[in-house]
């Protein structure tokens, strides 16, 4: 079997909670894996399941034909790898990077690996650690298809599903963005929704079902207003931007009663009045999106 066919080896370069996670699941799949940390002793419970520390990242990336990094940022994963012994070491091989940024900081990465005779695609990871090596765990891909075709052997043992979503790089990272403006705006609402509740005597436990009810609203929510989106329609029938913008004034107001901060809302709030101010008060409340995309 030559070097780059090998499908029995993997390289693992950076053991925070996901790199571990990462890294474990290559393991229990029967993958020999060489491990790799910028700070030493993150791998003592890896090296425990068998696998291989490595003294150094370049030495790390000359073990297996495809390694994944998966380190805070592109910052860091540019520490680690556009270092002349590492980069050298890297030529021919595939790079696999899990770590989370910017489509831009995606793409760039993949012009240096194209300058450097590196095989290069991004990835993005959806779902928590638990999540790794279940069927539950949610991971894009974007570059070459050919090149993630080639490692999903050995991908696949990250578990759940793994969606190539096109050869531009930075389209992973593109839906990694878009995808945690959902989850941070939500999270800031709950927590915001705590605050409020609290004030007023309510436990987090006691709203803790109807807020369960309103997250289970949204999925179809969200496919009816994207059908809206794609198609400009925005229909407001059921409920109008301007009956929306009367339900934001009460969460506001009732905030600023307990002397809780606003401006999370302020802001929803005087997006959704603009729409009104700009003519579309008969629209539902997602031509937001389409007046925010105006500069
Ligand atoms: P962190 O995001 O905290 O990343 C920790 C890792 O980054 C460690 O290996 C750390 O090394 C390394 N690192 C930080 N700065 C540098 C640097 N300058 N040079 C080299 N290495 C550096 O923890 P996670 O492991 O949880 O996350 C890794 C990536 O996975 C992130 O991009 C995150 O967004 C993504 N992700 C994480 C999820 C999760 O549930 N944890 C879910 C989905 C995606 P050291 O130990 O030396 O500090």
Redesign the pocket.
Known sequence: MSEHTDQSSVTVL???????ALAGAFLDAGLRTTVW???PG?DGDLIARGAVPAPSAEAAVAAAPLSVV????Y???D??LRRDAVTAALKGRTVVN????TPERARDTGEWAARHGIRYLDG??????PAIGTDDAVFLFSGPEKLHREHRPVLAALGGGHTHLGEDIGRAAAFDIALLDVFWTSMAGYAHALAVARAEGVTATELTPFAQGIAAILPPLFAQFAADADAGTYSGEVNPITSAVSTMSHVVHASEDHGIDASVMRVIEGQARRVVALGHGTDGYIRVAEVLARH
């Open positions: 950076g053991l925070g909670p996901m790199g571990r940390n910028r700070t993150r998966c380190v805070v940022n910052d860091a994963s520490a680690v899990l770590s989370a940024d993005a990871i959806m779902t928590p650690t």
